[in-house]
């Protein structure tokens, strides 16, 4: 039994050790400088700079159809935010009238409450 137990012991320290060893590469690796400097190659050598590199190609080759892509982009997000505002603001405003302004099809009829019934609790005879 004594012998079991110091392999269990020995075992334990071993993956104790282990398991900081990962940790610490962990902490490393997830470090935020780490992280920066990641993205920084990523972004130098990877495909977002090749992307880069041949839409500045293009913007030099042929200005005309990258500024007509350029306004459409720029007509299409003053347009959707236009259309959001205008939407959120027809909503917001409560609509108010008379009955004959609003139209019937709106106003519900709410019928008063029944009259408030009594009930008795009768015993039963068994």
């Known amino acids: 039994m004594g012998r079991q137990s110091e392999q269990l012991e020995r075992e334990t320290e071993r993956i104790r050790s282990e398991l900081a ?6 902490r490393y690796r997830v470090a935020p400088g780490q ?3 990641q993205l920084t190659e990523y972004m130098r050598e990877g495909p977002a700079a090749e992307f880069l590199r041949n839409l500045a190609r293009e913007v030099r080759e042929k200005p005309m159809p990258v500024l007509v892509i350029m306004i459409g982009v720029a007509w299409l997000a003053i347009a959707t935010s236009l259309s ?3 939407v959120s603001g027809s909503i917001s405003e409560p609509r108010t009238g008379s009955v004959d302004e609003i139209g019937v099809d ?3 009829r709410a ?3 029944p009259k408030e019934r009594s009930f008795a609790l009768h015993a039963v005879d068994e």
């Open 21 to 26: 060893g990962s940790l610490a590469e962990l």
């Open 35 to 37: 992280i920066v400097d």
């Open 84 to 86: 959001r505002r205008t």
């Open 106 to 108: 709106v106003v519900t």
């Open 111 to 113: 019928e008063p409450p």
